[in-house]
């Protein structure tokens, strides 16, 4: 079984800077990809950032220019660096990891618990 367990995110006034961080553990070969995606009340949940085990990231138009993704060293871990911060940001940042087990088997879909982040004044 592979765990993900998020860190971060809170309250926060227009304007400012919050950090969202998650590491994943267990049984796990790799991890291709992982991600950050958003689910604000009453929607679908969203692609917020991605980022491969290359270091390749990929945005969505609303997080451009004020959200930075990063790996760590270990590449089990994934954080969202999240700036200049708008009340349309509020939303449960969701961590996803795109595992393989191991070295014949396909990738698996895993989510973390979820952090809320509120944006207001």
């Known amino acids: 079984q592979v765990q993900l367990v998020e860190s971060g995110g809170g309250l926060v006034q227009p304007g400012g800077s919050l950090r969202l961080s998650c590491a994943a553990s267990?049984?796990?070969?790799?991890?291709?990809?992982m991600g950050w995606y958003r689910q604000a009340p009453g929607k679908q949940r969203e692609l917020v950032a991605d980022?491969?085990?290359?270091?390749?990231?990929n945005y969505a138009d609303s997080a451009k220019g004020r959200f930075t993704i990063s790996r760590g060293n270990a590449k089990n871990t994934v954080y969202l660096q999240m700036s200049s911060l708008k009340p349309k940001d509020k939303g449960v940042y969701y961590c996803?990891?795109?595992?393989?087990?191991?070295?014949?088997?396909?990738?698996?879909?895993?989510w973390g618990q979820g952090r809320q982040v509120n944006v207001s004044s």
């Open positions: 996803n990891a795109k595992v393989l087990r191991s070295t014949d088997s396909d990738t698996v879909n895993y």
């Open positions: 267990g049984i796990i070969f790799s991890i291709p990809a």
């Open positions: 980022i491969t085990s290359g270091g390749s990231t």
